[in-house]
């Protein structure tokens, strides 16, 4: 197999991917800006290792060279992914990520033209958010052509990496947003809920800005899509108070305080927890005349699915990438992607009835 780099890997998140793909006989390049702990991984694993920031667009071109994919794990990518993406394009390497992050799915989007004139695959996005609810959403489209309207709501059992939370700090002060007739519109924080039937019984789910809100737009053209997810009524009453905070939550003294609390007191979910939790994806569309397609995605605990998903893209775009571009999951392999993954399951209709 050709040769990879996989850059953040002492990250939460990129060392469980880096363990698991030495584990099926994959050797990453491994490569971080941590030069100790990158070089202290890559000789436990029998990988070879570079060490190098992101802000010299010399130094990040010179440590992708020579590799045919990059898979990007260091975030939070709205800084992060930028660079890489420049990097990549530059030197002909396939670009993946596992960002949920809505401004870095619409940035990589724009770069579709550069990215077939360079040959190259820009595929961000192949974590838990959004491989599962991507292929969830474009299974429901293919489902009901000519759907106007998409849901999706996410019920997850399991906690937050230290990543995920410094990269959720930073977008605390930006509220929510739906998308409406093709454009993403911001609405308050906690300002829309539903009930939805989620891990076997009714929950209260909160509109939020879910990455499918770019990913499951450019995957199905609906036009129309909202992003549920499932909270106590006690944290969506916290979300409408933190709503109020938005400009104090948007200072960089502010983001940078809270992250610091972060590092100090988060580090991740125990391989416990990554054995037993689980997420279940909810998704509905419907068509001008009110007939509409429900179904289901079931996955194992998001940390333990983004391995799985992740290392899945990795081969696929190794062995056969689709044609040159920015793809979503669903797009570069097909709605029945997840359900080919091990411990996932993809239920939806065939047709709506008539």
């Known amino acids: 197999m050709r040769e990879w780099v996989?850059?953040?890997?002492?990250?939460?998140?990129?060392?469980?991917?880096?363990?698991?793909?030495?584990?099926?006989?994959?050797?990453?390049?491994?490569?971080?800006?941590?030069?100790?702990a990158i070089r202290r991984l890559a000789g436990e694993l029998g990988c070879q290792a570079r060490v190098f920031g992101l802000e010299d667009p010399g130094a990040v071109l010179g440590g992708v060279a020579g590799s045919a994919l990059v898979l990007h794990a260091a975030g939070p990518f709205s800084r992060t992914s930028a660079p890489m993406v420049a990097a990549c394009l530059e030197s002909g390497a396939h670009y993946l990520d596992i960002t949920g992050e809505i401004p870095v799915f619409e940035a990589c989007r724009k770069l579709d033209p550069a990215a077939r004139d360079r040959?190259?695959?820009?595929?961000?996005?192949?974590?838990?958010?959004?491989?599962?609810?991507?292929?969830?959403?474009?299974?429901?489209?293919?489902?009901?052509?000519?759907?106007?309207?998409?849901?999706?709501?996410?019920?997850?059992?399991?906690?937050?990496?230290?990543?995920?939370?410094?990269?959720?700090?930073?977008?605390?002060?930006?509220?929510?947003?739906?998308?409406e007739h093709g454009r993403l519109v911001p609405i308050s924080p906690g300002s829309r809920t539903r009930t939805v039937r989620l891990g076997g019984r009714e929950r209260q789910v909160v509109a939020v800005p879910w990455g499918d809100l770019a990913t499951a737009y450019a995957s199905t053209g609906i036009e129309n899509i909202t992003t549920w997810m499932s909270f106590p009524k006690g944290q969506i009453r916290g979300m409408r108070a933190l709503g109020l905070l938005g400009p104090l939550l948007r200072r960089k003294a502010v983001i940078k305080l809270l992250q610091?609390?972060?590092?100090?007191?988060?580090?991740?979910p125990s391989e416990q927890v990554r054995e037993t939790g689980s997420a279940e994806i909810w998704g509905r569309v419907e068509a001008a005349d009110g007939r509409a397609v429900e179904g289901r995605v079931r996955v194992p605990e998001g940390y333990k699915t983004t391995v799985i998903t992740a290392l899945a893209s990795v081969r696929r775009i190794l062995a056969e990438p689709p044609a040159p571009g920015y793809h979503t999951p669903a797009t570069a392999f097909g709605s029945g992607f997840i359900a080919s993954l091990p411990g996932c399951s993809l239920q939806v209709p065939d047709q709506a009835d008539a």
Do not use: W
């Open 6 to 36: 996989l850059y953040g890997a002492n990250g939460y998140t990129g060392e469980l991917i880096a363990r698991q793909a030495v584990s099926e006989g994959l050797r990453p390049i491994l490569a971080g800006r941590d030069a100790t």
């Open 119 to 179: 040959g190259v695959v820009v595929m961000p996005g192949v974590g838990f958010d959004v491989v599962p609810s991507d292929c969830l959403a474009k299974a429901l489209a293919e489902a009901l052509p000519g759907a106007v309207r998409l849901e999706l709501a996410i019920f997850s059992l399991g906690e937050l990496s230290r990543g995920t939370a410094k990269t959720m700090i930073e977008h605390l002060g930006e509220g929510s947003a739906v998308r």
């Open 260 to 268: 610091g609390i972060v590092d100090r007191r988060v580090t991740g």
